[in-house]
């Protein structure tokens, strides 16, 4: 039987990563894009490649999601049942810092993949994929969100990520391209880029326990996160492209916990006694044993506007997609931190 082929912008990130390896073993030929970068950045698929001069079902090629000849050339090379668009610049805090690059990539980009599938005719044949996210839901007032929650983004990335959605759904009811919008609440791994949170605390405390680090410096501890592992979110977006019908799905676990909960939680399977004191911005985190400060907070953590609260419904995907979050969060910290144990 002829494999299906899988073009996927964002290889090199965690979802990337993850999803290559689910795709390879469904027996799927994956070709991946990766940017160019001064020092090499495969790091988080090095164990799949193979030399490009050797047969192999896991190809990346050089591409980015602001060249559009580039976006039409691969699909057009790579002629791909199914599209998952997982590149971005995808760091929320950053997006403050470079709103117009990551409107540039994360709207435009999108618009460029899908004018790209409608250029070259192939509207019938390949199934897109749209890496939405709870961000979209923003400064919401809803205790839990699904799809029909009103988007309210509380930043240039969640913004940018609206963009993305509706020109998905756009191009999905204009030309009938088979495209869906997964609209994903964090998910973490322990290949987790180092500067969103739970990695950050989770690396921090280990180090701290070990000697190598002395303080941990956090912003907002009190903003809420719906936290999910990264293996079973690929998971949901690759059945999005295997149902009958497109559609839009949220895609989380219905718990939410604050970000002081998570070091609580990561600090006690750590072995570190910690106890909080002051408030505000002057809060900190004592280790009991000694009562030195470990944690500390710091403005440039914060963000010019929070997302408070976020906290999903999936009851669309449990129905349709016979989907369901199976890692908890405790087994997601546990996996955390013995990767980071391992690489200490
Ligand atoms: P990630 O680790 O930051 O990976 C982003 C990927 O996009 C990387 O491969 C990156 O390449 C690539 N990229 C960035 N700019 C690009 C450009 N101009 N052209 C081509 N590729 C580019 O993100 P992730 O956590 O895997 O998330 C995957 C997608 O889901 C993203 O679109 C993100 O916005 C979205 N999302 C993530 C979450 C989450 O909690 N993880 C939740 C909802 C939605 P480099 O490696 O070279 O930087
Ligand atoms: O922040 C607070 C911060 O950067 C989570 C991306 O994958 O998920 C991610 O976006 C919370 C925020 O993730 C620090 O203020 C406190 O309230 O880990 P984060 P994020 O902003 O939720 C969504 C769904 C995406 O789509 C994005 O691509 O933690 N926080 N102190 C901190 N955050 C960071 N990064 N660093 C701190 O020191």
């Known amino acids: 039987m002829k494999k299906k082929i899988a073009l996927i912008f964002g290889i090199t990130g965690q979802d990337g990563a993850y999803l290559s390896k689910l795709l390879l073993k469904k027996k799927y030929k994956v070709y991946g894009v990766k940017r160019r970068s001064s020092i090499i950045n495969t790091q988080r698929v090095d164990d799949i490649y193979k030399d490009i001069n050797l047969k192999s079902d896991f190809v990346l090629f050089y591409g980015d999601l602001t060249d559009s000849s580039s976006i039409l050339n691969l699909i057009k090379k790579t002629q791909p049942n199914e599209i998952y668009n997982l590149a971005a610049q995808s760091h929320v805090q950053v997006s403050f810092e470079v709103p117009e690059y990551s409107a540039d990539v994360n709207s435009l980009g999108t618009l460029r993949i899908l004018e790209a599938i409608k250029n070259l005719n192939l509207e019938k044949k390949i199934k897109f994929y749209q890496a939405g996210t709870s961000e979209m839901f923003g400064r919401t007032r809803e205790k ?201």
Not at 240 to 254: A, F
């Open 144 to 344: 839990f969100q699904n799809e029909k929650t009103p988007f309210y983004p509380a930043s240039p990335y969640g913004v940018s990520k609206c963009f993305a959605h509706w020109i998905t759904v756009n191009y999905r009811e204009a030309y009938n391209i088979f495209a869906c919008n997964g609209i994903l609440f964090n998910h973490e791994s322990p290949i987790r880029g180092e500067t969103f949170v739970t990695k950050k605390i989770i690396q921090g405390l280990i180090r701290i326990k070990h000697g190598y680090q002395k303080k941990l410096f956090l912003g907002n501890l009190y903003s809420k996160r719906d936290w999910g592992h990264a293996r079973d979110y690929v998971e949901a977006m690759w059945k999005m492209l295997q149902q009958k019908k497109p559609n839009d799905y949220v895609i989380g676990t219905g718990k939410t916990f604050t970000i002081k909960e998570f070091v609580n939680k990561s600090a006690k399977k750590i072995g570190l006694k910690i106890k909080w004191v002051g408030k505000g911005i002057n809060e900190k985190a004592l280790n009991i044993e000694n009562k030195k400060v470990l944690i500390e907070c710091k403005k440039r953590y914060f963000r010019p506007v929070e997302v408070n609260y976020l906290k999903g419904n999936a009851q669309r995907a449990k129905k349709l997609l016979k989907w369901s979050p199976k890692i908890s969060i405790d087994s997601l910290i546990d996996e955390m931190i013995e990767h980071e144990l391992e690489n200490l």
